[in-house]
């Protein structure tokens, strides 16, 4: 069975700061995505990323995938109260398919 | 910008009833996932779609829970009868199958959810 373990679980900061998320396995997965949720609604996909050593930037979030693909981070830069919300991070075994498995989540609050 | 859909969005009911939530994918996603999603956790599979055939439903509780998407189009996920611990977000997802450059990405895409509260 893969397991994702994200780190922190909670996470309370003041408008302003710097954050990172981590995502960690003993798995390789074949892609590894992360997603924001907002109370009530669905997961919303922020970025894909499949190639190990991988960096992606979305404005002020930037994403890293591993070398070796087991492990994945989420850096936000200056956060404002609207990035408050459950990062996921969710990850595409080698043998699975487009089976996901997800992390525990990342509770993130960001106070003004 | 195309979305997923699902209803309802809330749904309370009272124990050893049954419950249907229904879900339309995205327009050409062949694939399509229902998860249970408890609070302040991580979704949780139950059952995977390719097309109308299921591909894994292996943590799906067969005893009291169903699913179906008989055309490959929308699915419906049922529970009868319903248990306190039925209680949970379930939302539906759905993917492209990706070929080529972007093979292996299964970026999913999600519904709103349906918060159920079992009475």
């Known amino acids: 069975t893969q397991l994702l373990e994200q780190s922190p679980q909670f996470l309370s900061i003041q408008e302003g700061e710097n954050l990172t998320v981590y995502c960690n396995s003993s798995?390789?997965?074949?892609?590894l995505q992360w997603y924001r949720q907002e109370p009530g609604e669905g997961p919303v996909l922020l970025v894909t990323?499949?190639?190990?050593?991988e960096v992606k930037k979305l404005k002020r979030l930037t994403f890293q995938f591993g070398d070796a693909r087991k492990d994945s981070s989420l850096h936000i830069t200056a956060a404002q109260p609207g990035d408050t919300g459950l990062y996921l991070c969710?990850?595409?075994?080698?043998?699975?398919?487009?089976?996901?498995?997800f992390g525990e989540g990342t509770q993130l609050t960001v106070n003004p | 910008e195309a979305e997923v859909a699902q209803s309802p969005r809330y749904k309370i009911t009272e124990k050893s009833q049954a419950v249907a939530f229904w879900c339309d994918p995205i327009s050409g996603h062949a694939t399509l996932y229902w998860y249970r999603q408890i609070l302040g956790q991580g979704p949780e599979l139950l059952v995977q779609f390719q097309d109308e055939s299921v591909v894994d439903d292996s943590q799906l509780p067969k005893d009291r829970f169903s699913a179906e998407r008989l055309k490959g189009v929308d699915s419906t996920l049922k529970i009868q009868p319903a248990e306190l611990g039925d209680s949970a977000m379930y939302l539906c997802?759905?993917?492209?199958?990706?070929?080529?450059?972007?093979?292996?990405?299964?970026?999913?895409?999600f519904g709103p959810g349906t918060r159920l509260t079992v009475t």
């Open positions: 969710a990850g595409a075994g080698e043998t699975s398919g487009s089976r996901l498995t």
């Open positions: 990323v499949v190639t190990g050593g």
């Open positions: 798995s390789v997965f074949s892609s």
């Open positions: 997802a759905s993917s492209l199958e990706e070929t080529g450059d972007l093979a292996g990405f299964y970026e999913q895409y």
